[in-house]
């Protein structure tokens, strides 16, 4: 069986899908970080692969740059996201994203 | 791409993000998104990929010991809340939206989306094709690392105060002992008082 452009971009869906499951049940924010970047890395898969089984989706060769820069996007987030997380539990000392209350800096 | 490559990475890619979103704990939630990062640049080789599998994989990997520095450091482990269950029924939701509407729409087109190329190699498109890209990626890694150190990092008073707060603690901790051995001698000598007296 050949593997098609439709295979990946499920696969792509998938892992989509899972991300954004994990972004809305994840309560601490380091769970969180960790389930933006599966969230980010979806089109990855979609671009590397595209590339891959035809020569590219969106021009040729183009779709490895996309999909190296949706890792660089994402290490960038993950790396700003983290640190934002330290700064959050030295002021809060909690990981819970509820505790860190809403954008007037009022306590729930 | 060859199929069995491409099942097996696939199924590696989805168990990997599976345990990353569902597992508890920092150092488990650390080992799955590595685990994550693994699978994926497998798939990327599968895919033939090979620059870009090095480059995910240094990239990922050198963010994840970033954060796990900052997480040992915070100390963050026990902090880390378990699952609410009431969050299930929305996560459940929006993850079936996803899968209906991405793999719905591929799934409804058959394959009549997508369109031929040229096949290139990944170092060869960034010299020729896409420069101005490649240093643009350069320059956000580099922002981005610079501005995660300024937020993150400790300031001179920030840890001066925490070495006054933690220097407080021991200080308290130990008149607490100090009170709680002179309350377990008195209650010792009264005990030895009343046994004399009988």
Redesign the interface.
Same mark, same amino acid.
């Given at each position: 069986m050949n593997i098609g452009p439709g295979h990946v971009a499920l696969l792509s869906g998938a892992v989509f899908a899972i991300g954004a499951f994990g972004v809305l049940t994840r309560r601490d924010a380091f769970g969180l970080l960790v389930s933006l970047a599966i969230l980010l890395l979806a089109p990855v898969i979609a671009f590397a692969g595209f590339t891959a089984i035809d020569g590219g989706s969106v021009g040729p060769g183009q779709g490895e740059v996309v999909a190296l820069a949706a890792v660089v996007v994402c290490a960038a987030v993950a790396l700003v996201g983290a640190a934002l997380v330290a700064l959050l539990h030295r002021r809060h000392e909690s990981l819970d994203t509820d505790a860190y209350g809403d954008a007037e800096g009022e306590q729930r | 791409?060859?199929?069995a490559g491409?099942y097996v990475a696939?199924v590696l890619?989805?168990l990997s993000?599976?345990a990353?979103?569902l597992l508890?704990g920092?150092v488990t939630?650390a080992v %799955?998104?590595a685990a994550?990062a693994v699978s994926?640049g497998i798939?990327?080789l599968v895919?033939?990929?090979y620059l870009?599998t090095l480059?995910?994989l240094v990239?990922?990997l050198?963010? &994840?010991a970033?954060?796990v520095e900052?997480?040992r450091?915070?100390g963050?482990g026990p902090?880390?809340?378990p699952?609410?269950l009431s969050?299930?029924v929305?996560? &459940?939701g929006?993850?079936?939206l996803?899968?209906v509407v991405?793999?719905g729409a591929?799934?409804a087109?058959?394959?009549g989306w997508?369109?031929?190329?040229?096949?290139?190699?990944?170092g060869?498109?960034?010299h020729h094709?896409?420069p101005v890209?490649?240093g643009l990626?350069v320059v956000?890694?580099a922002?981005?690392?610079v501005?995660?150190?300024?937020?993150?990092r %400790?300031s001179a008073d920030?840890a001066e105060h925490h070495e006054r707060a933690r220097a407080r603690r021991e200080r308290e901790e130990k008149m607490r002992r100090r009170r709680e051995d002179r309350v377990a001698a008195r209650r010792r000598r009264q005990a030895g008082r009343a046994g004399g007296g009988e």
């Amino acid at each position: 069986m050949n593997i098609g452009p439709g295979h990946v971009a499920l696969l792509s869906g998938a892992v989509f899908a899972i991300g954004a499951f994990g972004v809305l049940t994840r309560r601490d924010a380091f769970g969180l970080l960790v389930s933006l970047a599966i969230l980010l890395l979806a089109p990855v898969i979609a671009f590397a692969g595209f590339t891959a089984i035809d020569g590219g989706s969106v021009g040729p060769g183009q779709g490895e740059v996309v999909a190296l820069a949706a890792v660089v996007v994402c290490a960038a987030v993950a790396l700003v996201g983290a640190a934002l997380v330290a700064l959050l539990h030295r002021r809060h000392e909690s990981l819970d994203t509820d505790a860190y209350g809403d954008a007037e800096g009022e306590q729930r | 791409m060859s199929a069995a490559g491409f099942y097996v990475a696939g199924v590696l890619v989805i168990l990997s993000c599976a345990a990353a979103v569902l597992l508890r704990g920092a150092v488990t939630s650390a080992v %799955t998104a590595a685990a994550v990062a693994v699978s994926i640049g497998i798939f990327l080789l599968v895919s033939g990929e090979y620059l870009l599998t090095l480059l995910e994989l240094v990239l990922l990997l050198a963010t &994840l010991a970033a954060v796990v520095e900052v997480t040992r450091r915070g100390g963050f482990g026990p902090r880390v809340q378990p699952l609410p269950l009431s969050r299930w029924v929305y996560g &459940l939701g929006l993850a079936v939206l996803a899968v209906v509407v991405l793999d719905g729409a591929v799934l409804a087109s058959r394959g009549g989306w997508f369109r031929s190329g040229i096949k290139q190699g990944l170092g060869s498109v960034l010299h020729h094709q896409a420069p101005v890209t490649a240093g643009l990626l350069v320059v956000l890694g580099a922002a981005a690392v610079v501005v995660a150190v300024v937020i993150g990092r %400790t300031s001179a008073d920030e840890a001066e105060h925490h070495e006054r707060a933690r220097a407080r603690r021991e200080r308290e901790e130990k008149m607490r002992r100090r009170r709680e051995d002179r309350v377990a001698a008195r209650r010792r000598r009264q005990a030895g008082r009343a046994g004399g007296g009988e």
